[in-house]
């Protein structure tokens, strides 16, 4: 599933080709995403500037004067810069061909993405409005997380995979994050020190972007036809490790699950 930093590398991927550009076409092959592909798609999109391309958590937004295209990757989604005469595949649900010719192509096997348009305030949107702040931005600190986590017993990992509290925090990230701050997953978020909160907000920090890092290698690819676009293998310290050596005492790690979820520590390593 496409976390914050295989959508972040998307949005480096596409935006390059396409900024500036003058959307042409919209095909929809596929109108049946997550919600229903605005059948008006068509008729506003052709002749507007595209201005940029932003994320907000893990939403694309393609800015331009009349409004704004939200992209959702959602399981299995990827974008893909191509041309009209490259084959269509399977899965190629929707092209916005821009006006020298270029296509920006949405994929997604399992279809749980979205695509929509907005001419309203984008950051206002339902989709957008409840979401807590980035977690590479300043805004996400220590003094952010200690005061949202005041007084609550949930587990700490549940804590930071809240989109209300943080955006872009996905399973494996949590497990990662926890384990590089030294803090059980169980730990109830109430509990931590200030010191704590430190630890983890620069904990999670380091983890998305250490990703985001190794996803530029993948930049090249969203020009070429073959491959998945913005998918990269990443190195990853616990999760998926159970039974397997810590990689910093040589303990076995432990699972466990919480919140239906697995979550993956070292016993001896996290308090
Ligand atoms: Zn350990």
């Known amino acids: 599933m496409p976390e914050l930093p295989e959508v972040e590398t998307s949005r480096r991927g596409i935006e390059p080709h396409i900024k500036g550009k003058l959307f042409k076409t919209v095909t929809v092959r596929q109108p049946k995403l997550r919600w229903p592909v605005p059948d008006t798609l068509a008729v ?3 002749n507007l500037r595209l ?3 932003e994320r907000r958590g893990k939403y694309l937004l393609l800015n331009t004067a009349s409004g704004t295209l939200i992209l959702h990757l959602g399981m299995s ?4 810069i191509t041309s009209a005469d490259q084959p269509v595949g399977k899965h190629d649900h929707i092209d916005f061909m821009f006006d ?6 949405f994929n997604d096997q399992r279809r749980f993405g979205a695509v929509l348009w907005t001419d309203a305030a984008i950051m206002s949107h339902p989709l957008l409005a409840s979401l807590g702040p980035e977690p590479l931005l300043a805004d996400f600190n220590a003094d952010y997380l200690q005061q949202r986590a005041a007084r609550r017993n949930v587990p700490l990992k549940s804590l930071i995979m ?5 955006v872009g925090v996905g399973n494996i990230y949590a497990s990662e994050s926890l384990f590089l701050a030294g803090l059980l997953p169980t730990r109830p978020a109430g509990q931590l020190s200030y010191a704590e909160h430190e630890a983890l907000t620069a904990a999670i920090k380091t983890v998305l972007q250490q990703s985001i890092d190794q996803g530029g290698t993948t930049l090249r690819d969203f020009a070429q ?6 998918y990269f293998k990443q190195s990853l310290r616990v999760y998926g490790r159970a039974g397997a050596d810590c990689l910093r005492c040589a303990a076995p790690i432990q699972q466990v699950k919480i919140g239906q979820r697995a979550s993956y520590f070292c016993a001896n390593c996290q308090r």
Not at 77 to 80: A, F, I, K, P, V
Not at 225 to 230: R, S
């Open 162 to 166: 809240d989109s209300h509290v943080v």
């Open 51 to 53: 201005d940029s391309v």
């Open 100 to 105: 020298d010719g270029t296509v920006l192509r």
């Open 44 to 46: 506003d999109l052709p």
């Open 77 to 80: 989604g990827n974008l893909r």
């Open 225 to 230: 036809a073959d491959g998945k676009p913005g």
